[in-house]
């Protein structure tokens, strides 16, 4: 009887699966991700607020070969510095991890800016924002604020970037340095967060996408704004004249494609400088499979993005 339950239950599994890949014929080295999804019902504050608690006592790994790190705080903002070895202070990409701005850095997001800081051949300082779990919206905007003002005189040359979540934060940022006559050279903005509104086809398709969905983001938009009267929709800026040059990067399967596809279509309007990528057979946050062929050959699109930036 077991044995037939087993059974049973393995059939469901491999049919929902299989189900789901053809909905969402991702590539080769990304199917795993296809029958996967954050449960709606966990995420809720302090279930969140545990995961938080589990995340950072997770092992974050050795550092890659020839990279120095130093954690240290800003302003009470935690940071991490990613410098690879003989690498001096000039040029800086200052970045935001992502994770529905709820979530702390995962040790693979850091993995992440040591790669870039490696591949671009430049410092990278992860700042480790308040999550909206205990502090909404403008908490996260306020905390990139006192890592720029502080980075900013020291600096040379300032890329910021930023992956889901954090890529609404770089925009943020990015758009109050302009305004601050604080200049930045480059923003790299990763299947980006950009449009409260979710009004794009692509939210209304993806509702039970991989990875991530439109159910969840409307979630994500709940715990973040709660409360918070301070909110400016980074899709419906209309002064584009201290945006810097632009790198966006979007996930054929996210429900976020088309408000990135939508933004990078805006900038081109205003005559800024962007290079915009739609990855097939993607979903949100496929570049977790760090070793498969797509989040290799995506990973090297944007350190050329910023190897060009600082060159």
């Not at 969402?24 to 029958?35: K, M, S």
């Not at 979710?198 to 159910?215: Q, V």
């Not at 290079?275 to 949100?284: P, R």
């Given at each position: ?19 789901r ?16 999804s ?5 995420v ?16 974050g ?28 202070d ?23 800016c ?53 890529g609404?934060?770089?925009q943020s ?28 086809a ?13 159910r ?6 709940s715990?973040?704004l ?25 996930a ?6 088309d ?9 081109e ?11 097939e ?10 070793s498969?062929?797509?989040a ?9 993005a ?6």
């Amino acid at each position: 009887m077991v044995l037939i339950l087993v059974c049973l239950l393995v059939a469901i599994i491999v049919v929902y699966a299989t189900l789901r890949m053809r909905r969402y014929p991702l590539d080769r080295g990304l199917r795993i991700l296809a029958p996967l999804s954050y449960p709606l019902f966990l995420v809720r504050r302090p279930v969140l607020r545990f995961a938080n608690s589990v995340i950072r006592h997770m092992p974050g790994g050795k550092p890659l070969e020839g990279m120095e790190v130093r954690r240290g705080d800003i302003d009470g903002v935690k940071v991490t510095l990613y410098r690879p070895e003989g690498v001096g202070d000039g040029d800086i990409l200052v970045y935001f991890h992502g994770g529905g701005f709820f979530l702390e850095a995962a040790p693979y997001l850091r993995r992440k800016c040591m790669r870039y800081a490696l591949g671009a051949g430049i410092p990278v300082l992860a700042v480790d924002y308040r999550t909206s779990d205990r502090f909404p919206w403008p908490a996260q905007l306020e905390d990139a604020v006192k890592v720029l003002t502080h980075v900013a005189p020291k600096a040379k040359r300032i890329a910021i970037g930023g992956d889901s979540a954090g890529g609404m934060i770089a925009q943020s940022l990015a758009t109050w340095a302009g305004r601050n006559g604080i200049a930045i050279g480059f923003l790299m903005l990763v299947y980006p967060v950009l449009d409260r509104r979710m009004e794009t086809a692509s939210m209304k398709d993806f509702t039970h996408s991989p990875a991530w969905n439109s159910r969840l983001s409307r979630r994500m938009w709940s715990i973040l704004l709660s409360g918070s009267s301070a909110f400016e929709n980074p899709a419906e800026l209309d002064d584009f004249s201290h945006q810097p040059t632009t790198y966006i990067e979007a996930a054929r399967f996210d429900c976020l494609r088309d408000e990135a596809l939508v933004f990078a279509s805006r900038l081109e309007e205003h005559h800024v400088s962007v290079e915009c990528h739609l990855v097939e057979g993607a979903c949100h946050g496929y570049d977790v499979l760090e070793s498969s062929r797509t989040a290799r050959t995506m990973l090297a699109q944007r350190i050329e993005a910023l190897k060009k930036a600082f060159s």
